[in-house]
């Protein structure tokens, strides 16, 4: 049982915070061996790179990114604004605004980038209740008493996805 406890929180810091191997076994106070051994057995290096490569990532990656053109694009424009307001001068006007260019077709490529990845990465409502079907099932095999106990969240859970998806 000692055992089981370490792996879920050597599953944990491996695939959700993104520890290495040799960390973990040091915080848990195991061999990096073991450590080693679960990652193959279990498949958490595919979860982690799943989850670091996951919609959410990469919408909010792209985000930042977006962010920062966006900065960037203010400071310029105030800069501008200051240089036209006192006639100063001309030939960085002119550099500010093809930089500013720049910047808008940067922005806008990225935000045909995220919605690229919001279509290409959404899942349909069929597969979503079929994974479901499946963790539930499973569930069932597992303890039929807390399935029973789970079949209220199953309904909601299965009609607010259906709004959502649908």
């Known amino acids: 049982m000692a055992k089981e406890k370490e792996r879920i929180t050597a599953r944990i810091l491996y695939v959700e915070q993104g520890k290495p191997a040799n960390e973990i076994a040091d915080l848990l106070n195991i ?9 193959q057995k279990y498949g958490w290096k595919a979860a982690r790179t799943a989850k670091i490569t996951g919609r959410d990532n990469r919408v909010g990656n792209i985000r930042q990114i977006i962010d920062g053109f966006a900065e960037d694009r203010l400071s ?10 006192s006639g100063g001068d001309k030939e960085r006007q002119k550099n500010i605004r093809v930089e500013m260019a720049k910047i ?3 922005v806008a490529n990225w935000n045909k980038t995220l919605e690229n990845v919001d279509k290409t990465s959404r899942i349909s409502l069929e597969t979503y209740f079929y994974v479901m079907d499946k963790v539930f099932k499973g569930l069932q095999f597992f303890d039929t008493k807390l399935y029973m106990a789970t079949v209220p969240f199953q309904e909601q859970h299965i009609n607010e996805i259906s709004t959502e998806l649908g």
Do not use: I, Y
């Open 76 to 85: 310029l424009q105030a800069e501008l604004s200051d240089l036209v307001g």
């Open 31 to 39: 061999t990096e061996k073991t450590v080693s051994a679960w990652v």
């Open 104 to 106: 808008d077709f940067g």
